[in-house]
């Protein structure tokens, strides 16, 4: 559950307030350093960040949290989430932290928390940490002669890189492939193109000129339209969008198509089935996965496991299960083969190597089924507290019943954002519409009633 502090993915807010500011960066380094203490060696950890002006801010306060904890500080500069998470295990880091607010504007930032393990915190050290907060942990902090110091670490980019590029057959070349990649002006600005002309590919890169404001800014996963634009102008085969920090991807097809998510996993999840490697005998997402992603993984004899919104549930849960495949709507997408969390240049490569192999356009490879009509929308809110209101469950509950047994309803609150998440989904678009709408205006004004 969302606390003070902590979101769907870590802390997140806007910079320099309310929880973004030095001051609770600093204790958040503290606590987080105090949590991961393991024995009487030296401890360590990687703090990697996006692109963001605000990234100067917080990672200096995370430094002078963590070394107060003790704790020895990796400095990474801006690199890809899932490149942080590979860094924790290659370096035999005790934690990693990623300053990001992933896809959101540049004046929002986050802080993503990673254990020894690579993997994203539960729960339950979540709110271990988020009680440390507000406590006064001064007295346990490190002695003056062990306090921790901190350092540039070079050929991180180069190490990703390498690593990225094994997740394909050593054999497996990008040659003859025209691709337009959109850095966001994020994280993966650099290592992203780099990775792709190294094998072998024709490389066009835009918005790779990060400014500290234009992070996400009308490009990237979120905004793929210049995209689509260039991989007209340059008659390209695929193009390929991450957002800020790199941890989830969109795909743009030869004719300028958007492909999400659902497509991606769907593609992967039939490919690494019939090539005997996918595990589990399905795959796993949110309740906001396309209704077409059961319906095609079903005549696969896979199942589709739903959870709750966040790319760590949906880790928790490919873990618990033994799945390898798993992801978001979104395209976050997560090959547990390969990484810890979404990887949004890892995934675009399992695609690039399906489209090799079948050697035909990205249009036939990544079309696997045609998406149920599915609406979302967003209500402003200043809290989830109209949900618990009885004219709004009376509404919820007739909206359930004109659905039926062929629609799906899932209304929530955001984990990152002052909303409420609308989404519904059905055969008949017109009806899937009047529900959405419908939803929107009694929760609007049960939220004005309660103002």
């Not at 500080?73 to 992933?102: K, N, Y």
């Not at 007295?139 to 003056?144: H, Y």
């Not at 992801?327 to 489209?355: N, P």
Request: hydrophobic share 40%.
């Amino acid at each position: 559950m969302p606390g003070r502090y902590f979101g769907t993915d870590g802390i997140r807010g806007r910079a320099n307030k309310f929880p973004m500011t030095a001051e609770i960066a600093m204790r958040v380094g503290m606590a987080a350093g105090l949590s991961f203490q393991r024995g009487s060696h030296r401890h360590r950890v990687v703090l990697g960040k996006d692109t963001r002006l605000s990234g100067y801010m917080i990672e200096n306060a995370l430094v002078a949290g963590l070394c107060a904890a003790g704790m020895d500080v990796f400095l990474l500069g801006p690199i890809p989430t899932p490149a942080v998470a590979m860094l924790v295990r290659s370096l035999r880091a005790d934690i990693g932290v990623m300053i990001s607010a992933s896809h959101n504007p540049y004046h929002d930032n986050g802080i993503k928390l990673f254990g020894p393990d690579g993997y994203k915190l539960s729960d339950e050290i979540e709110q271990r940490i988020e009680a440390m907060l507000d406590d006064s942990i001064e007295m346990t902090l490190a002695d003056s002669d062990r306090l921790g110091r901190a350092k540039r670490v070079d050929g991180v980019h180069d190490r990703y890189i390498e690593f990225a590029k094994r997740t394909l057959p050593r054999s497996m070349s990008l040659s003859g492939l025209r691709i337009v990649i959109d850095c966001a002006n994020g994280a993966a600005y650099k290592v992203a193109p780099a990775a792709l002309w190294e094998l072998g590919a024709e490389v066009f890169s835009i918005n790779d000129e990060p400014d500290g404001f234009n992070i996400n800014k009308e490009c990237g996963s979120t905004h793929p339209v210049s995209l689509q634009a260039k991989v007209h102008e340059v008659r390209a085969d695929i193009g390929i969008a991450l957002d800020g920090d790199a941890d989830r991807v969109v795909i743009v097809d030869e004719k300028g198509e958007i492909v999400d998510g659902d497509q991606i996993m769907a593609m992967i999840a039939e490919a690494w089935h019939q090539s005997g490697r996918l595990a589990g005998g399905g795959v796993v997402s949110t309740v906001m996965s396309n209704l077409g992603l059961e319906r095609f993984l079903s005549g696969l004899d896979l199942q589709l496991h739903r959870t709750r919104v966040g790319d760590r549930y949906v880790v928790e849960h490919m873990r618990a299960h033994g799945l390898n495949v798993g992801g978001e709507q979104s395209g976050h997408i997560v090959l547990s083969d390969f990484s810890t969390t979404g990887d949004g240049l890892v995934a675009a490569l399992q695609v690039l190597a399906c489209v090799k192999r079948q050697n035909r356009p990205v249009s036939e490879v990544l079309k696997k089924f045609e998406p149920v009509p599915q609406l979302l929308k967003n209500v402003q809110v200043s809290e989830g507290k109209p949900l618990e209101q009885a004219p709004v469950k009376a509404a919820i509950e007739d909206a359930h019943h004109r659905l039926g047994k062929s629609g799906r309803l899932v209304i929530r609150p955001s984990g990152t954002e002052p909303l409420i998440r609308v989404m519904a989904e059905g055969d008949d678009p017109k009806l899937v519409e009047t529900v959405v709408d419908d939803l929107i205006t009694v929760i609007s004004e049960a939220h004005h009633a309660a103002a």
